[in-house]
């Protein structure tokens, strides 16, 4: 199944948390665990209209890798997969990788 996210709705698939390997006798239930607040954009909507009528285009775009807040969007289940469907506005920023600094020549 496809779905479309309507105006400026961001359909996202959280990043799995990485597991924890301890050693120890303290186990934290997945319940207890926090989500992470990264994923992966999968869907975009065409963008907000505005008081004039104008549409203004989102800023993110399908792939992007997001940040959002602890407790923004809607969580939503399609084909037995979770997503979360959030308003631009709750994005954070963008995740871009990091290009390596240059070495500078000493004289």
Do not use: C, W
Request: proline share 5%; net charge negative.
């Amino acid at each position: 199944m496809k779905i479309r996210p309507l105006h400026d709705r961001i359909l996202v698939k959280r990043f799995e948390e990485e597991q924890e390997v301890r050693k120890g006798s303290i186990i934290v239930p997945d319940t207890a665990k926090e989500k992470p607040q990264e994923g992966e954009v999968i869907a975009v909507g065409e963008g907000k209209i505005l008081d004039n009528g104008k549409r203004l285009e989102p800023d993110v775009k399908v792939g992007d890798r997001i940040l959002f807040g602890k407790y923004a969007g809607t969580e939503v289940k399609i084909d037995d997969e979770e997503y979360l469907i959030l308003r631009e506005d709750e994005v954070l920023g963008v995740l871009t990788a990091a290009k390596p600094a240059r070495k500078v020549a000493s004289a």
